[in-house]
């Protein structure tokens, strides 16, 4: 079983900053890509950053230049550390990962899994 457990959510000025973490654990061989999503009140939910494996990252438009995603493979864990914090950023992050596990023989199979979420609120 995976678990991935975000942590670092809570309520902030408009300017502050927050760093969000995510952990996973169980039993997986190793993750490709992890990354962020977030879904704002009354709204889809939107990808936020991305990390490959690699170290590639990718951003929305809207938080490049003041976000920055980071991971740390020796612990499982996806970083999201966001700056300049506008109320438009208010929702509930996910972080998500690409999990590889053993398959049959030498195979491998991928399969995505989601934490359960962290409400970030931006409010003065």
């Known amino acids: 079983q995976v678990q991935l457990v975000e942590s670092g959510g809570g309520l902030v000025q408009p300017g502050g900053s927050l760093r969000l973490s995510c952990a996973a654990s169980?039993?997986?061989?190793?993750?490709?890509?992890m990354g962020w999503y977030r879904q704002p009140p009354g709204k889809q939910r939107e990808l936020v950053a991305t990390?490959?494996?690699?170290?590639?990252?990718d951003y929305h438009d809207s938080v490049l230049g003041r976000s920055t995603i980071s991971r740390d493979d020796a612990r499982n864990t996806v970083y999201l550390q966001m700056n300049s914090l506008k109320p438009e950023d208010t929702a509930v992050y996910y972080c998500?990962?690409?999990?590889?596990?053993?398959?049959?023989?030498?195979?491998?199979?991928?399969?995505?899994?989601w934490g359960q979420g962290t409400q970030v609120t931006v409010a003065s």
């Open positions: 990390i490959t494996r690699g170290g590639r990252t």
């Open positions: 998500v990962g690409h999990m590889v596990f053993h398959g049959k023989g030498w195979d491998r199979y991928e399969r995505e899994h």
């Open positions: 169980g039993s997986f061989l190793s993750i490709n890509t």
